[in-house]
């Protein structure tokens, strides 16, 4: 999967390009970096509205292969170094958005085979399109 990266697109829209392919992970955006296996802080989480380009006013589009087999903190460093963008990936634990911080080793697959797991059987998420970013 190929993550087309512009100045025009929000992180919503971001999102559910992501969401096809993962659909129990997510991407959420910050104003301030943070280091392997560290959480971001919310209160510097930036609303889903927000157009790339004015996350980074430097930013340079393009595209970020995504791989199942990418490992998760990986892609945040790829958001970063690429686009200068502060990416933090969460997993949906049986409902609840979680901060992938102890897993940035994983891929984005055992994320999201990890997060499918938690979820009760009887139980769906919602569609891409519905769900709560």
Not at 71 to 95: I, P, Y
């Amino acid at each position: 999967m190929k993550l087309q990266v512009s100045r025009s697109k929000t992180i919503k829209e971001l999102q559910v390009e992501f969401a096809t392919c993962f659909p129990n992970l997510k991407i959420e955006f910050f104003a301030s970096t943070h280091k392997p296996e560290e959480g971001s802080f919310g209160k510097l989480q930036f609303p889903r509205t927000m157009k790339l380009g004015e996350l980074s006013p430097m930013l340079n589009e393009g595209e970020i292969a995504v791989s199942p087999g990418m490992r998760t903190g990986h892609l945040e460093q790829v958001f970063h170094a690429e686009f200068g963008l502060n990416a933090q990936v969460f997993r949906n634990m049986n409902g609840t958005w979680i901060q992938s911080t102890n897993s940035d080793d994983l891929s984005l697959l055992e994320q999201n085979e990890i997060a499918q797991a938690s979820i009760p059987k009887k139980s769906s998420m919602k569609n891409v399109e519905e769900r709560d970013y």
